[in-house]
Nanobody, 126 residues
């Protein structure tokens, strides 16, 4: 059974930092695209960043580039999202997602991600 388990969410003030973690199990995660996706209240889900596990190639949404850093752990079935300079508009549920293919041009295509975690809440206050 495929499991993606996120952790690390919480409440911070604007300008603060958080580090999210995602551990994948039950699926051959090698050479796959993993992503962080968020959903703010009343809004659709949007891709934050993705990483191709084979080479560590990363992709970012423009609004997150420079503030957020996606990475994978030494075991490579673990993924992180370091979030710095957080803004109130970053408040959302953050999900870990896994595709069955590489990233490439579909790194932000949510329909490409087959497996999802349960999400972790990030709240940024002004």
């Amino acid at each position: 059974q495929v499991r993606l388990v996120e952790s690390g969410g919480g409440s911070v003030q604007a300008g603060g930092s958080l580090r999210l973690s995602c551990v994948a199990s039950g699926y051959p995660w090698n050479n796959k695209c993993m992503a962080w996706v968020r959903q703010a209240p009343g809004k659709e889900r949007e891709a934050v960043a993705s990483i191709y596990t084979a080479f560590g190639t990363t992709y970012y949404a423009d609004s997150m580039r420079g503030r957020f850093t996606i990475s994978q752990g030494n075991a490579k079935n673990t993924m992180y999202l370091q979030m710095n300079s957080l803004k109130p508009e970053d408040t959302a549920v953050y999900y870990c997602a896994l595709a069955e293919t590489s990233c490439g041009s579909s790194w932000s295509d949510l329909t490409a991600f087959v497996y999802w975690g349960q999400g972790t809440q990030v709240t940024v206050s002004s």
